[in-house]
């Protein structure tokens, strides 16, 4: 017994530790206590509440706050612009011919025939004259109102037309002691001069006569270098964008496109050769066109006199008659100003001395340096346009007279800058005179004068400066005409390459504008009616440049979407992490207990 006992006992021990084993098992797969159902609604509630105001309230005033408007642009209308589709620019000049002496019949023969001598002769079709008979016949007055027969022309037919635009009047004059044709085109005149002997007249009959082969001759010699300038203007227009101008401040727009503007190419020729690198030196000097140019005389002396000068005279004699001529292309103002001891730049050497012509003398590679910018008060820049600089210089009496050694002038221009005039007190101005008087300074202003034609892109021929103003009238329209189109395109690119960026009602408003003007002033073109075709193509330019530069497009350009997600992140991500894993979570606990059957 007492064995059977003591073998018992482990036994119970090991039942004991199978008991305790158990009991721990049972405590550890203890779950907690279930949760309430109105703590899960609770829960719910309050998760639900919060996407409701994210959803209902966030998001709506984050996309009215944040979206970008982009008003509609015709981006169609602004391609065929810039492709030249929507205008072929055409210029025709209307040629006046007076023939007092002559009959009705004979006049319109020769109208005739000159016409198609005209025609023979030109390359470029764009740019064409068209001869009309003014109204030199009191028998042919009797229908048209008493007050437009002093400004019409008869076209040879039976209606006539207004000659407010006529580019040139030829005024036909007998002269038996003239063997051949001969003309006279004096400098302030629109009027050429024709004289003729009466055997000279061309038969009824006759389809080419000597005298309409020399007025044909004639035209053609005038308006030749006006036909390349247009035909220069027009070829530019068909070449690739450079990286200048509007593509050089916003490059993407450049990227969208580069379609080269075939449909102008019909209107441009090969520029002769004498022309081309005349117009290339222009175009390399002359300035952008501006609505208003601010232009600075200045005085400068070496020494200590002069130290006044009768400027207000002479600018009102010699230098403002142009100024108003030159009105109805661009506004001026002029400033006036003196300094006395002014030096040279450091950058210029010292004048030598030429004995063979008794003259100081300048190296024309020092002629770019000239300016001493350092201490000559001369601003780059005055208000919204450009500033042209005319410098009066007066030498010492120690370096003068003072003249430029390779070709002995005495003035020089500075491309896009202004431009110089040497007043050699030994020759023009008395030793010890303290002012200049009018007389020494016209000189001066008449070299200016040249000089600002030069930088507005004015020919130089015809030797008439009405009919070059003219001419510069119909180049100006037709270069401003295609600057809008183009920057039309540019625009029309931009949109189209940056779908991000905004596009303000102001966009809109300029271009409906600009288009408007481009119109105008195209159908002005073709009608002959240059000064209103000018008119419309400066608004045009304008509202192009106003519409293409709005400050809002262009800081958007530059605002890529890295930067969106640099600014976005660190705002929404902290709000965004709770409630989206708090979302997941309670959907995650439906779908268990919609998979869990219900016992």
């Given at each position: 017994?007492?064995?059977?006992?003591?073998?018992?006992?482990?036994?119970?021990?090991?039942?004991?530790?199978?008991?305790?084993?158990?009991?721990?098992?049972?405590?550890?797969?203890?779950?907690?206590?279930?949760?309430?159902?109105?703590?899960?609604?609770?829960?719910?509630?309050?998760?639900?509440?919060?996407?409701?105001?994210?959803?209902?309230?966030?998001?709506?005033?984050?996309?009215?706050?944040?979206?970008?408007?982009?008003?509609?642009?015709?981006?169609?209308?602004?391609?065929?612009?810039?492709?030249?589709?929507?205008?072929?620019?055409?210029?025709?000049?209307?040629?006046?011919?007076?023939?007092?002496?002559?009959?009705?019949?004979?006049?319109?023969?020769?109208?005739?025939?000159?016409?198609?001598?005209?025609?023979?002769?030109?390359?470029?079709?764009?740019?064409?004259?068209?001869?009309?008979?003014?109204?030199?016949?009191?028998?042919?007055?009797?229908?048209?109102?008493?007050?437009?027969?002093?400004?019409?022309?008869?076209?040879?037919?039976?209606?006539?037309?207004?000659?407010?635009?006529?580019?040139?009047?030829?005024?036909?004059?007998?002269?038996?002691?003239?063997?051949?044709?001969?003309?006279?085109?004096?400098?302030?005149?629109?009027?050429?001069?024709?004289?003729?002997?009466?055997?000279?007249?061309?038969?009824?009959?006759?389809?080419?006569?000597?005298?309409?082969?020399?007025?044909?001759?004639?035209?053609?010699?005038?308006?030749?270098?006006?036909?390349?300038?247009?035909?220069?203007?027009?070829?530019?227009?068909?070449?690739?964008?450079?990286?200048?101008?509007?593509?050089?401040?916003?490059?993407?727009?450049?990227?969208?496109?580069?379609?080269?503007?075939?449909?102008?190419?019909?209107?441009?020729?090969?520029?002769?050769?004498?022309?081309?690198?005349?117009?290339?030196?222009?175009?390399?000097?002359?300035?952008?066109?501006?609505?208003?140019?601010?232009?600075?005389?200045?005085?400068?002396?070496?020494?200590?006199?002069?130290?006044?000068?009768?400027?207000?005279?002479?600018?009102?004699?010699?230098?403002?008659?142009?100024?108003?001529?030159?009105?109805?292309?661009?506004?001026?103002?002029?400033?006036?100003?003196?300094?006395?001891?002014?030096?040279?730049?450091?950058?210029?050497?010292?004048?030598?001395?030429?004995?063979?012509?008794?003259?100081?003398?300048?190296?024309?590679?020092?002629?770019?340096?000239?300016?001493?910018?350092?201490?000559?008060?001369?601003?780059?820049?005055?208000?919204?346009?450009?500033?042209?600089?005319?410098?009066?210089?007066?030498?010492?009496?120690?370096?003068?007279?003072?003249?430029?050694?390779?070709?002995?002038?005495?003035?020089?221009?500075?491309?896009?800058?202004?431009?110089?005039f040497i007043l050699n007190p030994s020759v023009t101005v008395p030793r010890a005179m303290p002012k200049l008087s009018k007389e020494d300074i016209q000189p001066a202003l008449l070299t200016f004068s040249r000089q600002l034609l030069s930088f507005l892109g004015a020919p130089q021929s015809p030797p008439s400066l009405p009919l070059q103003l003219k001419t510069l009238t119909r180049v100006q329209a037709a270069s401003l005409l295609l600057s809008a189109s183009s920057t039309m395109g540019s625009l029309a690119r931009l949109t189209k390459a940056l779908p991000s960026i905004a596009i303000p009602e102001t966009v809109s408003i300029a271009v409906d504008k600009t288009l408007y003007h481009l119109r105008a002033s195209c159908n002005a073109l073709k009608d002959g009616r240059f000064s209103e075709a000018l008119d419309h193509a400066v608004i045009s330019e304008l509202e192009a440049e106003r519409g293409f530069f709005e400050k809002s497009m262009v800081g958007q350009v530059y605002f890529p979407d890295e930067h969106k997600v640099a600014v976005y992140l660190p705002l929404l991500g902290p709000v965004a992490v709770p409630?989206?894993?708090?979302?997941?979570?309670?959907?995650?606990?439906?779908?268990?207990?919609?998979?869990?059957?219900?016992?």
């Amino acid at each position: 017994m007492a064995d059977s006992s003591g073998e018992n006992e482990p036994r119970l021990e090991q039942v004991d530790d199978i008991n305790i084993s158990d009991s721990s098992r049972v405590a550890s797969t203890k779950q907690p206590p279930q949760e309430l159902a109105e703590s899960i609604y609770i829960r719910r509630l309050v998760i639900f509440s919060f996407w409701v105001v994210v959803v209902v309230f966030g998001l709506p005033t984050w996309w009215w706050t944040t979206s970008i408007h982009r008003a509609r642009l015709p981006l169609q209308d602004m391609m065929d612009w810039a492709d030249g589709k929507a205008c072929k620019p055409a210029f025709p000049l209307q040629i006046s011919i007076k023939a007092p002496m002559l009959q009705e019949n004979e006049a319109s023969n020769l109208v005739r025939t000159t016409q198609h001598a005209l025609d023979d002769l030109n390359e470029f079709s764009p740019h064409h004259l068209r001869l009309r008979l003014a109204n030199s016949f009191t028998e042919s007055l009797q229908g048209i109102p008493s007050s437009r027969r002093g400004s019409s022309v008869w076209d040879g037919g039976n209606h006539y037309m207004d000659t407010m635009d006529t580019a040139l009047t030829v005024n036909l004059l007998p002269e038996s002691s003239s063997s051949t044709p001969m003309s006279i085109l004096r400098p302030h005149s629109t009027e050429l001069e024709v004289r003729y002997s009466p055997n000279q007249i061309p038969a009824t009959s006759s389809s080419s006569s000597v005298l309409a082969t020399y007025i044909a001759n004639k035209l053609q010699e005038l308006f030749a270098e006006e036909q390349a300038t247009i035909a220069y203007v027009l070829s530019s227009a068909t070449s690739p964008q450079s990286s200048s101008g509007n593509g050089q401040l916003l490059q993407s727009s450049n990227s969208a496109s580069s379609n080269p503007r075939e449909q102008r190419s019909s209107l441009s020729r090969p520029i002769p050769t004498k022309f081309n690198t005349q117009l290339t030196s222009r175009i390399t000097r002359s300035l952008k066109y501006a609505p208003t140019y601010h232009i600075t005389i200045s005085l400068f002396t070496s020494e200590a006199s002069p130290s006044a000068w009768n400027i207000e005279s002479a600018l009102d004699e010699s230098f403002l008659p142009l100024l108003d001529s030159l009105g109805y292309i661009s506004n001026f103002t002029v400033n006036t100003q003196i300094q006395l001891h002014a030096s040279f730049s450091p950058s210029v050497q010292s004048p030598q001395y030429d004995p063979d012509l008794s003259v100081w003398t300048l190296k024309g590679e020092d002629l770019g340096g000239f300016i001493n910018a350092a201490e000559w008060p001369l601003s780059p820049s005055i208000g919204a346009g450009p500033t042209l600089n005319f410098v009066v210089y007066v030498p010492s009496q120690s370096n003068a007279p003072l003249v430029v050694r390779e070709s002995q002038a005495t003035s020089w221009l500075i491309p896009q800058w202004g431009g110089v005039f040497i007043l050699n007190p030994s020759v023009t101005v008395p030793r010890a005179m303290p002012k200049l008087s009018k007389e020494d300074i016209q000189p001066a202003l008449l070299t200016f004068s040249r000089q600002l034609l030069s930088f507005l892109g004015a020919p130089q021929s015809p030797p008439s400066l009405p009919l070059q103003l003219k001419t510069l009238t119909r180049v100006q329209a037709a270069s401003l005409l295609l600057s809008a189109s183009s920057t039309m395109g540019s625009l029309a690119r931009l949109t189209k390459a940056l779908p991000s960026i905004a596009i303000p009602e102001t966009v809109s408003i300029a271009v409906d504008k600009t288009l408007y003007h481009l119109r105008a002033s195209c159908n002005a073109l073709k009608d002959g009616r240059f000064s209103e075709a000018l008119d419309h193509a400066v608004i045009s330019e304008l509202e192009a440049e106003r519409g293409f530069f709005e400050k809002s497009m262009v800081g958007q350009v530059y605002f890529p979407d890295e930067h969106k997600v640099a600014v976005y992140l660190p705002l929404l991500g902290p709000v965004a992490v709770p409630l989206v894993m708090s979302a997941l979570k309670e959907v995650k606990k439906l779908w268990k207990n919609l998979r869990t059957p219900k016992a």
